[in-house]
């Protein structure tokens, strides 16, 4: 089973940026479209970006603009440039394949706050 550990998260100012990192632990990721997720408070986890194995991505409208999703197969890792932070991307940020086929790791929190 690949275990996901997601980092880079952080309390922030609206319209500041962060860069997410998710490092998995084998190298299998690179065979799989790859996705980072969210979960709001009270919300249910939503799908914000997906990136394809050669690195066509896509987004959600909510963050279309100002996120930027990335991979190194090398590296067997998924990044995620958040730009224009906004206080409704306050959530736990999570990575797993566009299927959702693996454990989930533990999220990284991300606080937009003034």
């Known amino acids: 089973q690949v275990q996901l550990v997601e980092s880079g998260g952080s309390l922030v100012q609206p319209g500041e940026s962060l860069r997410l990192t998710c490092a998995a632990s084998?190298?299998?990721?690179?065979?799989?479209?790859m996705g980072w997720y969210r979960q709001a408070p009270g919300k249910q986890r939503e799908l914000v970006a997906t990136i394809s194995t050669v690195g066509s991505p896509n987004y959600a409208d909510s963050v279309k603009g100002r996120f930027t999703i990335s991979r190194d197969n090398a590296k067997n890792t998924l990044y995620l440039q958040m730009d224009s932070l906004k206080l409704e991307d306050t959530a736990v940020y999570y990575c797993?394949?566009?299927?959702?086929?693996?454990?989930w790791g533990q999220g990284t929190q991300v606080t937009v706050s003034s």
């Open positions: 797993n394949t566009a299927s959702e086929n693996w454990y």
């Open positions: 084998a190298t299998i990721f690179r065979i799989y479209t």
